[in-house]
C-alpha cells in the first residue's frame, strides 16, 4: 500500500514517514499543495489542511475532481472544521492534531478497508428505470448520462440500490456508509442524498418521513 503524506512540517512528517513505513507503508511526502497534486497515484492520501502554497480545502477538492483515491484530512485542533464543508469536498475521514500514531493507522486501515473492496460474487450491476449502477467500477449512469458522485454519494446510492424500491432505514444507511468514528451528525445523510438528488433526479430518491428512504423508479 502506497500513501501520499501532505504534510509541511518536518516535526510531524518525519516520524510519521518512519512510523507508516514500519508499518508496512510506501509513503510519498509532499510539503506543498502543488506538490501532492502532482505526485504519482497511491492508494490513500493524507492531507493537512494548513499548507504554505494553496488551501488544503483545494487541493482535496482537486484530488477528488481527479477521482475517488481515499482521503484522510489531517488538522490542526485550531482550524475551524466545518464538517458538511469536508463532506462536501470528497474527504473519507479526518483526524486532529495532536492525533496519536495508533488511531491514525487504525483509521487508515478502516478507510481503506471501507474503500478497496468489493467481493466478485456480489451482484455489481443494478439497473433501475434510468439508473444504472456498477459496483466494481463504481460507475453510474442516469438516463444515458455519466453521473460523477463521490465516494460517499456512490455509497449511500450503492446501499439504496441493494433492493431497488425497498425502505432503508437512516440507521441501516448511516452504519453502512459511514462508521461509528463519523461524524454522526443525521445532516451528513440529507447532504449526501440532496446532492445525489440534484445529479441525478430530484424524484430518484424517495424520502420516507421517520423511516427513511427508498429509490423509486423514474
Ligand atoms: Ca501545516
Not at 500500500?1 to 510531524?12: A, G, H
Not at 510519498?28 to 505526485?39: I, M, Y
Not at 482537486?62 to 466545518?82: C, L, N
Not at 481503506?112 to 439508473?131: C, F, I
Request: net charge negative; charged share 30%.
Amino acid at each position: 500500500m502506497k500513501l501520499l503524506l501532505v504534510e509541511d512540517d518536518p516535526s510531524i512528517s518525519n516520524p510519521l514517514c518512519a512510523g507508516l513505513n514500519r508499518e508496512g507503508f510506501d509513503v510519498v511526502l509532499a510539503t506543498t499543495g502543488s506538490g501532492a497534486l502532482e505526485a504519482e497515484d497511491v492508494d490513500l492520501v493524507l492531507l493537512d489542511l494548513g499548507l504554505p502554497d494553496l488551501d488544503g480545502r483545494v487541493v482535496c477538492q482537486k484530488m477528488r475532481q481527479k477521482g475517488d483515491v481515499p482521503i484522510i484530512i489531517v488538522t490542526a485542533r485550531q482550524d475551524e472544521i466545518d464538517r458538511v464543508m469536508l463532506l462536501e469536498l470528497g474527504a473519507d475521514d479526518y483526524v486532529v492534531k495532536p492525533f496519536g500514531f495508533r488511531e491514525l493507522v487504525a483509521r487508515i486501515r478502516a478507510v481503506l478497508r471501507r474503500t478497496s473492496t468489493v467481493s466478485p460474487t456480489e451482484t455489481t450491476q443494478t439497473t433501475w428505470g434510468s439508473l444504472t449502477l456498477d459496483r466494481r467500477s463504481r460507475k453510474v449512469t442516469f438516463g444515458g448520462e455519466d453521473v460523477v458522485l463521490t465516494p460517499k454519494e456512490f455509497d449511500v446510492l450503492a446501499v439504496l440500490a441493494q433492493d431497488p424500491g425497498a425502505a432503508v432505514t437512516r440507521e441501516q444507511l448511516i452504519n453502512e456508509v459511514w462508521d461509528e468514528n463519523w461524524w454522526g451528525s443525521t445532516k451528513t445523510l440529507d447532504v449526501h442524498i440532496a446532492s445525489v438528488r440534484k445529479k441525478t433526479s430530484p424524484e430518484l430518491i424517495e424520502t420516507i418521513r421517520g423511516v427513511g428512504f427508498r429509490l423509486a423508479e423514474v
